[in-house]
């Protein structure tokens, strides 16, 4: 018998992890069998702060690969873990080229190729770190999305380390299944995909990210009305940002005077919808003129 699709939610909890990770993890591990005690994290931070991993450490005896790319937060990390001898911490840059993947790092440490649980959290290249992996399979996979694009959007950042812009939950779902992943439950900003071979065991009736995904606080959503105005609704804030509001102000692209629907326009204002008309094309022209010659 099927169960609620979003059941998983209902274990929710936080040891170290920040939205309900710690009691997801522990109940996707109970459903999956033969578990084998090894998990991976990066960023880890100091292996402490939103740490993922850092429960299953302390109260199931896993052995762990920490990495993190920040030498300060990197000195935390090896400090914390200092008298433990499973965890291995690993100051390096996780990347997608083949001198910098995931595979790469891995190879060098005695974790076997189907370990338990990897969390992916770099607010960035995501995506492409994930995308890079062949060699290693693990069960279970927490990556982060950014909650800011709607459910029903495809996103990727380019690849490029000095992008800080993250992908959609749906680029990443479909990115999941061509790897052999599926969807299983969906946080603020973490989704947890699990094998597809384990999928069943979950008895979900629907893994769409639109049933799965529950919590939409984050996403501002931008339309226009017939009069050219621009409109937003719901967050109205950027959340890595100390919640800056966003102005409805601050994205009109119509002058006030012609933020009309253009029957409405008198003879004055259609003198200016021509002149502003013009203007757009000629600047879409250079633009696009300017973009030919960066590319040549």
């Known amino acids: 018998m099927n169960k609620s699709p979003t059941w998983l939610l209902d274990f929710k909890s ?3 992890s920040q939205t309900g990770e710690d009691g997801i993890i522990n109940k996707i591990l109970e459903v999956i069998p033969q578990n084998d005690n090894w998990c991976v ?23 762990a690969i920490l990495i993190e790319a920040n030498k300060v937060k990197f000195a935390g990390l090896q400090k914390n873990y200092a008298q433990n001898k499973n965890v291995n911490t690993i100051n390096r ?45 693990p069960k279970i996979v927490c990556i982060e999305f950014n909650p800011t694009i709607p459910t029903e959007i495809e996103f ?8 800080r812009q993250g992908a959609s939950l749906l680029s990443l779902v479909k990115l999941g299944k061509d790897k052999g992943y599926e969807l299983v439950s969906v946080l603020k900003f973490n989704a947890f995909f699990v094998r597809s071979k384990y999928y069943p065991l979950f008895k979900i009736e629907s893994n ?12 501002t959503y931008l339309f226009s009305g017939y009069d050219g105005k621009i409109l937003l609704t719901g967050s109205l804030r950027l959340p890595w940002h100390g919640g800056i509001e966003l102005r409805e102000s601050k994205v009109q692209h119509l002058p006030r005077i012609i933020q009309k629907h253009p029957s ?26 300017d973009r030919r010659q960066r590319k040549s």
């Not at 769409?208 to 996403?219: G, Q």
């Not at 409405?264 to 003129?289: A, C, M, P, V």
Request: aromatic letters at 14%; a negative charge.
């Open 156 to 163: 990727i950042q380019s690849a490029d380390d000095s992008v």
């Open 93 to 137: 840059f996780v990347g997608f080229e083949k001198e910098d993947n995931l595979d790469q790092i891995l190879k060098m440490t005695p974790i076997p190729n189907d370990f338990d649980f990897l969390s992916i959290d770099i607010d960035g290249n995501d995506y492409h770190v994930w995308k890079a992996m062949s060699e290693y399979n």
């Open 14 to 16: 936080d040891t170290y």
């Open 264 to 289: 409405d326009y008198g003879n004055f204002e259609k003198i200016i919808w021509k002149l502003y008309r013009l203007f757009s094309k000629l600047h879409t022209l250079i633009r696009k003129q």
């Open 41 to 63: 994290e990066f960023g880890a931070w100091d292996g402490l702060y939103d740490s993922n991993t850092r429960n299953l450490i302390e109260t199931k005896d896993y052995s």
């Open 208 to 219: 769409s990210p639109k049933v799965l995904r529950t919590d939409l606080s984050d996403i």
